[in-house]
Antibody, heavy 127, light 112 residues
């Protein structure tokens, strides 16, 4: 059974750095094709992918946020960590950890299977 | 980035009646492998999103057959043949053809 759980601060001050940890079970991030990413959802708005890290340590970042975010993995601990600098009230929202799988042929990745979501953690940015 | 545009924003529906949601992409979603990776998600109040449809028209396991997806190119549709009370929530299309994966703005389905 695949599970993911987000942890981290619920309240962050403007300009501070947010660090969120995703702890997962039921799969390994060293398995070919596996990726874990972060999605955020502001209150009442659509979800937005922030970052994704693959089994190979390949990383993908949101176009608009790439200068502020970093994603890393610790395979031995079954954890993925998201860091977001210079937090602002507009960054308030629910942050989800999500697992996805891909196939890869000739360097081209293609989606494979479904998405497993954590329950999400609400992060509020306020002074 | 591929922009996904959904309509309508809100969809009041009578129980037992059909519902239809549109999603348009700013560019073709045909992947290099020839597939179109267009998904539909349902988000019930207070829950994480759940995928209903993948590759335009394939239902995920456990999804009732009243949900169906269709479309091609840049125009896609999610249909609910007969809306039930448990279908209340927000529906999002999401393209997974190219990074960054992007969601539509959402359509809120509510009962009249």
């Amino acid at each position: 059974q695949i599970t993911l759980k987000e942890s981290g601060p619920t309240l962050v001050k403007p300009t501070q750095t947010l660090t969120l940890t995703c702890t997962f079970s039921g799969f390994s991030l060293s398995t070919f094709g596996v990726g874990v990413g972060w999605i955020r959802q502001p209150p009442g708005k659509a979800p937005e992918w922030l970052a994704l890290i693959y089994w190979s340590d390949e990383k993908r970042y949101s176009t608009s946020l790439r200068s502020r975010i970093s994603i890393t993995k610790d395979t031995s601990k079954n954890q993925v960590v998201l860091t977001m600098t210079n937090m602002d009230p507009v960054d308030t929202g629910t942050y989800y950890c999500v697992q996805r799988q891909v196939s890869e042929t000739g360097g081209l990745k293609a989606p494979l299977g479904g998405y497993y979501w954590g329950q999400g953690t609400l992060v509020t940015v306020s002074s | 980035d591929v922009v996904m545009t959904q309509s309508p924003l809100s969809l009041p529906v009578t129980l037992g009646q059909p519902a239809s949601i549109s999603c348009r992409s700013s560019e073709s979603l045909v992947h290099g492998d020839g597939n179109i990776y267009l998904n539909w998600f349902q988000q019930r109040p207070g829950q994480s999103p759940r995928r209903l449809i993948y590759k335009v028209s394939n239902r995920d396991s456990g999804v009732p057959d009243r949900f169906s997806g269709s479309g091609s190119g840049t125009e896609f549709t999610l249909k609910i043949s007969t809306v039930e009370a448990e279908d209340v929530g927000v529906y999002y299309c999401m393209q997974a053809t190219s990074w960054p994966l992007t969601f539509g703005g959402g359509t809120k389905v509510e009962i009249k």
